[in-house]
């Protein structure tokens, strides 16, 4: 945004928030959203207020107020210009009165989440809560902008899904002051957490596999420097371990990111070995969509020629051809269980405990080869 561009700003005569704190409030979501950048100036005290039809005085105020937050900086001759945003600045003290709103943070649109977020919107409509998702598509860049934007909306809390590794710890000001925050999915943090049993469910997968007699399992799987990906890894070694065999390295296929088109590309990275396996866990039913039809586009037979096995347990599972055998993992108990325990930190209530494991299950179908 140049100089000379006027503000996208706005007053609500109406509103029972004072004119100056209506200014300072847009101007903090310009800068956290990343309108506003670094080194921006901002309009002149006198151009704002001809602009809006306000006194002087109030843009003063507001300018003041930003400037005490840590937000601008106003210097003689060089007007005010926007600082290095941190998040921390926009942390304050407690607010005048709740918003009444919670931030949701999922990676993606896949329908896993589909359940988790119903799971979240009951408890938080039956609190008198309204949520807020974002979508932050696995990228560091994208969860910070969209946690300051929460923050700057003043959200009451907020639950992160499968946040990508490390980027709340830099990023995310876990303070008293700042809005009590619950992590999904996330093994990473040790606090305030709502996990599934990931271990277990590549344990259950694999092991089900060696049952039917497998000795030569793939393992397909998103980047396993994603920690719920990792624990999954945990398991299905642990599965072989007990059976006294070896993952295969060449066997082990990473992909750069989770999609269908991410399985697609293993599916087909899989059937290049030398001697493929004739068995394959992928860690997610969404990829092994994708490795089904590379198999199948390739005259493979499932389960005759490949043994599939998968892990999540969303809707589309039971439909593929042959209905997927996977790992069922409680999405919309994970939300429920995440909006109780962040509506307890909220009202300052004790906490039984910090993490809580949600058991998973095996769910039979055809593509393993039962009947």
Known sequence: MTPTSPLPLHIDPQ??????AQLKQQITW??????LKPGDRLPTIRALAVQLSVNMHTVR????????????????????????????KLVTTESASPSHTIG?????????YDPFISGVEEIARRSGYMIIVTITRDSADLTRQSVGQLIAKKVDGIIAASPVADSFKQQLPISPDGP???YADAPQFTTHSILFDLENAGFLAARHLIEHGHKRIAFITAPLTWPNFLDTYKGFQRALAASSLDPEPDSVI????YSLEDGYQAGLRLLALNKPPRAVFVSGDLMAAGVIRALKENGKRIPQDFAVISKDNIELAALMDPPLTTVNLPSYQM?????N???????????????????????????????
């Open 254 to 257: 990473e992909t750069p990111a």
């Open 15 to 20: 509103s029972n928030l004072p004119i100056f």
């Open 180 to 182: 009590p925050i619950v």
């Open 104 to 112: 949701v943070l999922i990676p993606n649109l896949y329908t896993f």
């Open 335 to 339: 939300g429920v269980e995440a909006m």
């Open 30 to 35: 310009l800068i956290a959203s990343g309108k």
């Open 341 to 371: 325990m962040l509506t307890r930190l909220i009202s300052k209530k004790r906490l039984d405990r910090k993490r809580m494991i949600l058991d998973s299950e095996l769910i039979v179908r055809k593509s393993c080869g039962c009947e």
């Open 61 to 88: 105020q507001a300018y003041h107020s930003l400037e005490s937050d840590g937000l601008v900086e106003t210097r003689p001759s060089r007007g005010t210009r926007v600082k290095p945003f941190e998040l921390d």
